[in-house]
Nanobody, 119 residues
Framework: VQLQASGGGLVQAGGSLRLSCAASGNIFSINDMGWYRQAPGKQRELVAVITSGGSTNYAESVKGRFTISRDNAKNTVYLQMNSLKPEDTAVYYC??????????????WGQGTLVTVSS
């Protein structure tokens, strides 16, 4: 199983970016899909997560600005980021909870995509 993240880049404060993360390989089922981020000198933190049923949860710092969504047919999760702030600058990682055989779920991480927000 591989996760490929894309969509990062350099944007001015107030701008928008859309991240994508597609899973490929021997996939039986995907449970939660999520985005995390790690800023320089800080620990990795949860940004947003979406369950297989479509329920979402966001970090307080991004509520109202970021939207997570998923396309189950494409095994892909998206993160629409609006009203970006310099403090959103980080490497963004996706994580999927994937079962390659029935009922055995493991966490898989993408390679990370850099988001830089200039002031």
């Amino acid at each position: 199983v591989q996760l490929q993240a894309s969509g990062g880049g350099l944007v001015q404060a107030g701008g928008s970016l859309r991240l994508s993360c597609a899973a490929s390989g021997n996939i039986f089922s995907i449970n939660d899909m999520g985005w995390y981020r790690q800023a320089p000198g800080k620990q990795r933190e949860l940004v947003a997560v979406i369950t297989s049923g479509g329920s979402t949860n966001y970090a307080e710092s991004v509520k109202g600005r970021f939207t997570i969504s998923r396309d189950n047919a494409k095994n892909t999760v998206y993160l629409q980021m609006n009203s970006l702030k310099p403090e959103d600058t980080a490497v963004y990682y996706c994580k999927h909870s994937i079962a390659t055989i029935r009922l055995v779920f493991l966490d898989y991480w993408g390679q990370g995509t850099l988001v830089t927000v200039s002031s």
